[in-house]
């Protein structure tokens, strides 16, 4: 059962241009929704996160475009360069009975930027 | 800056091996992680640990156990290891802060491939 859906599986674009990706979650209770960027060889690391008291979260050239009422968020990656190719995930957290926030990755999109 | 280690980048191993995955993290977080990484699948839970000599089930134990003796060691075992357990494994640590999300911090993953 996949609770974080995440589309495109890849994408290709050319430099300059905006890079956008999409995930839907079924689960109302999620709070907090993260993305990781994960380059070749390495392991994913935390790019920037949203919580759903706001539409919209910006840092530098990423933006996280958040729609509660149709439980979807989007990245949103302008001025695309090629050093921004890299798998991207997106997540989102619940609450256990024990009171820590687990993760739930989506599946991934790899991300490749042409020069 | 956290560093999380793996023992290994890559390992080979046959079926039905017992299999030791250790990681370390060096910057005293209470919770550590142990996913598995697949093409079309993204990151999944396996195990977490919140507390030194505590563990709690992910979304896919099974086939795994975890041993976290002190508190910057978690290891992921594999009892009897077979060919659908041929995957990438990823490890990770967080601060742990009673109840909010926190950033989780990724190693650099061990590559298993069992044959």
């Known amino acids: 059962q996949q609770q974080v859906k995440q589309s495109p599986q890849s994408l290709i674009v050319q430099k300059g241009g905006i890079s956008i990706i999409n995930c839907a979650y079924e689960n109302t209770a999620f709070d907090y929704f993260p993305w990781y960027q994960q380059f070749p060889g390495k392991g994913p690391a935390l790019l920037i996160a949203?919580?759903?008291?706001?539409s919209e979260k910006k840092e530098g050239r990423f933006t996280i475009s958040f729609n509660k009422s149709a439980k979807q968020f989007s990245l949103h990656i302008m001025d695309s360069q090629p050093g921004d190719s890299a798998t991207y995930f997106c997540a989102a957290s619940t609450e256990n009975s024990g009171g820590y926030n687990k993760l739930i990755f989506g599946a991934g999109t790899r991300l490749a930027v042409h020069p | 800056d956290v560093k999380v280690t793996q023992s290994s980048r890559y390992l080979v191993k046959r079926t039905g091996e017992k299999v030791f995955l250790e990681c370390v993290q060096d910057m005293d977080h209470e919770n550590m992680f142990w996913y598995r990484q697949d093409p079309g699948l993204g990151l999944r839970l396996i195990y977490f640990?919140?507390?030194?000599?505590?563990?709690e089930k992910g979304d896919i134990p099974e086939g795994y156990s975890v041993s976290r003796e002190k508190k910057e060691r978690f290891s992921l075992i594999l009892e009897s290891a077979s060919t659908n357990q041929t995957s990438m494994y990823l490890c990770?640590?967080?601060?742990?802060?009673?109840?909010?999300?926190?950033?989780?911090?990724f190693g650099p993953g061990t590559r298993l491939t069992v044959l």
């Open positions: 949203i919580r759903p008291d706001v």
């Open positions: 640990s919140y507390d030194v000599k505590m563990k």
């Open positions: 990770a640590s967080s601060l742990g802060s009673g109840g909010t999300v926190d950033t989780q911090y």
